[in-house]
Nanobody, 123 residues
Framework: QVQLVESGGGLVQPGGSLRLACAASGLPFSATSMGWFRRPPGLEREFVSAITWAGGRSNYADSVKDRFVISRDNAKNTLYLDMFSLKPEDTAVYYC????????????????WGPGTQVTVSS
């Protein structure tokens, strides 16, 4: 069975940084494109970023471009999201997911969502 577990969330002041990690098991991680999504309080889930199976190409939402960096370590079956210059509007539960067909567009068929990790940006 596929299992994804996010970690690394926490409380940070505006302008701070965090590194999120997603540990994957039960899937051919090195052959699977992956994505990060988030759900702000009271709002719907939204796309954040995605990366191809070997890390050669990535995609970002306009709201996080130039501030977030997605990466992966296939030897460790782990997906990362480095977040810099965090803003209060980045506050959300962050989830990782696997792309079924390999696409990294926001509307791709992502599945096997993890339980999420809370990121709170507040002064």
């Amino acid at each position: 069975q596929v299992q994804l577990v996010e970690s690394g969330g926490g409380l940070v002041q505006p302008g701070g940084s965090l590194r999120l990690a997603c540990a994957a098991s039960g899937l051919p991680f090195s052959a699977t494109s992956m994505g990060w999504f988030r759900r702000p309080p009271g709002l719907e889930r939204e796309f954040v970023s995605a990366i191809t199976w070997a890390g050669g190409r990535s995609n970002y939402a306009d709201s996080v471009k130039d501030r977030f960096v997605i990466s992966r370590d296939n030897a460790k079956n782990t997906l990362y999201l480095d977040m810099f210059s965090l803003k209060p509007e980045d506050t959300a539960v962050y989830y990782c997911a696997a792309s079924r067909g390999g696409s990294i567009v926001p509307t791709a068929d992502f599945h096997s969502w993890g339980p999420g990790t809370q990121v709170t940006v507040s002064s």
